[in-house]
Nanobody
Framework: QVQLVESGGGLVQAGGSLRLSCVAS????????MGWFRQAPGKEREFVAA????????YYADSVKGRFTISRDNAKSTVYLQMNSLKPEDTAIYYC??????????????????WGQGTQVTVSS
């Protein structure tokens, strides 16, 4: 079992920055991928960014490419999402997620078996 705990959400003005953190515990996950998804009111949960834990390869949704950066700290078992140049449309609950050892796509919700509780990000205009 893997437990994920997010933190770092909050209220920020457009153009500002936030850094989300996700601490993972439980089973080893060096062969997993870790991802960030978000869900705005009335919308489906969507992919934001992912990182393959063992090799560090990163992936981004087009809507956040160039503004958001995903990274990991092996020693702290933590994944980060640095969000810069935030826009009101980035407002959502952000969820950290982890795949199991076998997955096919890092941008598909169905490939992630473990989820955090979510953290609210609100960007004011």
């Amino acid at each position: 079992q893997v437990q994920l705990v997010e933190s770092g959400g909050g209220l920020v003005q457009a153009g500002g920055s936030l850094r989300l953190s996700c601490v993972a515990s439980g089973r080893t996950f060096t062969s997993y991928a870790m991802g960030w998804f978000r869900q705005a009111p009335g919308k489906e949960r969507e992919f934001v960014a992912a990182i393959k834990w063992s090799v560090g390869t990163t992936y981004y949704a087009d809507s956040v490419k160039g503004r958001f950066t995903i990274s990991r700290d092996n020693a702290k078992s933590t994944v980060y999402l640095q969000m810069n140049s935030l826009k009101p449309e980035d407002t959502a609950i952000y969820y950290c997620a982890a795949t199991g050892p076998y997955y096919s796509r890092v941008d598909s919700r169905s490939d992630y078996g473990y989820w955090g509780q979510g953290t609210q990000v609100t960007v004011s205009s």
